[in-house]
């Protein structure tokens, strides 16, 4: 039995959600509100990030990153053609460079900054950190996101998927974050057409379809959210 602990609009969260769906495996969620330092919470990771993932009654697995490679030597590494880390070392070493870029440079640049600002303090008291969302950080997140979005499109161009000839953890690092800025409607889509194509085909993946009915009490998504073809 696994159980992930995680938050609906954390995109590293998003991204282990996605590997279990394309690996067909079905886990508790537990959402979680990192500020809040549950007790319970803190005894699976001390540092209070999200997302954690834990097999039967078995230590936390901490991270996105870390319960991906959890995922691919449990499951990934059974699933033939279906596997979402590449056999040979050099393609693996990209897909890995890749999903570090989206779940840490990206999210260090933009993601983290557009959803403290624009989800998170909706949801924080006062006394956690809440209030008024701060411009300038929105500002410098949205600057950070079109160099983002640009190389995106650049992946997008160059490759069948963002790594290379498969479907990858890369592509699901990518569209974790992209999905979440997607809800907010900061991405500007008519300036990167080979990135929203990239993500329309991600959007139409079964494993996918749980985060396009998913919404932010208080916050509506952009409009175009939900549709697949848009």
């Known amino acids: 039995m696994l159980t992930l602990?995680?938050?609906?609009m954390s995109a590293a969260s998003r991204f282990v959600r996605l590997i279990l769906g394309e690996y067909g495996e079905r886990a508790e969620l537990v959402d979680e509100r990192p500020w809040e330092r549950r007790p319970e919470f803190l005894a699976l990771n001390p540092a209070a990030t999200?997302?954690?993932?834990?097999e039967d009654s078995g230590p936390g697995i901490v991270g996105?990153?870390?319960a991906a490679e959890y995922l691919d030597e449990t499951r990934g590494a059974f699933q033939r053609e279906r596997r979402l880390l590449a056999e040979k070392p050099a393609e693996r070493a990209e897909i890995r460079r890749l999903t570090e870029w989206f779940l840490g440079k990206m999210d260090s640049e933009v993601t983290r900054y557009l959803v403290r600002e624009r989800i998170f303090k909706l949801e924080m008291r006062a006394n956690e950190g809440g209030g008024s969302p701060d411009a300038s950080a929105i500002r410098a997140a949205r600057a950070n996101l079109k160099n983002h979005m640009r190389y995106i499109g650049w992946l997008a161009e160059s490759r069948n998927w963002l790594s290379g000839p498969k479907l990858s953890y890369a592509d699901l690092a990518a569209a974790s974050?992209?999905?979440?800025?997607?809800?907010?409607?900061?991405?500007?889509?008519?300036?990167?057409?080979?990135?929203?194509?990239w993500y329309m085909r991600m959007k139409s993946r079964p494993a996918f379809r749980p985060f396009l009915a998913e919404r932010v009490r208080g916050l509506p998504p952009a409009a175009h959210y939900p549709e697949l073809d848009f």
């Not at 602990?5 to 609906?8: E, G, M, S, V």
């Not at 992209?178 to 990135?195: F, K, T």
């Open 177 to 197: 974050a992209v999905s979440i800025l997607d809800y907010l409607g900061e991405v500007s889509w008519e300036e990167e057409p080979a990135a929203k194509d």
């Open 5 to 8: 602990h995680h938050h609906p």
């Open 50 to 54: 999200v997302p954690v993932l834990v």
């Open 64 to 66: 996105g990153m870390v």
